[in-house]
């Protein structure tokens, strides 16, 4: 049995090109996300007297399905805490409770949401396959859940999403900051 060594100099000229080449590819990630973002406008309906607006989560996931960055979860806070927050299924499963995009649910209308390029923590990702999420739950009303691949390279785009439901339509436009 052969046993290789790396003499200190070796290794750490091994070191220092490893440590330069992770910080030359966090400056390519920051400067493919200069500029760039990503608009998510979505837009639901209700109607009737005893209407309650829906607990919505809006977040992007990676290639693996798992959460990215959380861009609002809007909910009705009750002396009890959080109540119905499980509701939201498939965010609450992997997500935790930020206070920072929480806050009271919304009446029917158009929203818009933008993604910078910033993980929850506020580090730039890689350009890549994301998914855009928008889920819906309302007490005693309907569960709905958009969830989009789209790729975030350097080339812009816009597309539009028609649901047949109380989501209306989901948009997304991603292109440079103007």
Sequence with gaps: MQHSFISRRNFIYRTAALLLTLWAGRGLAQAKWAGMKLDI?????????????PYV?????????????TLAVWFQ???????????????????????????????????????????????????????VCVELVREHGPYELFREKVTLAQTPFKRSYSVASELKEVSLSYDRQG
């Design 57 to 69: 989560a809006v977040w992007l996931e990676n290639a693996q399905g798992l959460p990215v960055r």
């Design 77 to 131: 806070q009750s002396r009890k805490g959080p109540r119905w927050l499980n509701e939201l299924k498939r965010w609450y499963r992997s997500n935790e409770l930020t206070e920072t995009v929480s806050g009271p649910t919304r009446m029917p209308g158009r929203y818009t949401l933008s993604f910078d390029g910033k993980d929850d923590k506020g580090n730039l990702v890689s350009q890549g396959d994301y998914y």
């Design 41 to 53: 406008t979505f837009e639901y309906v209700g109607s009737g007297s005893r209407y309650r607006p």
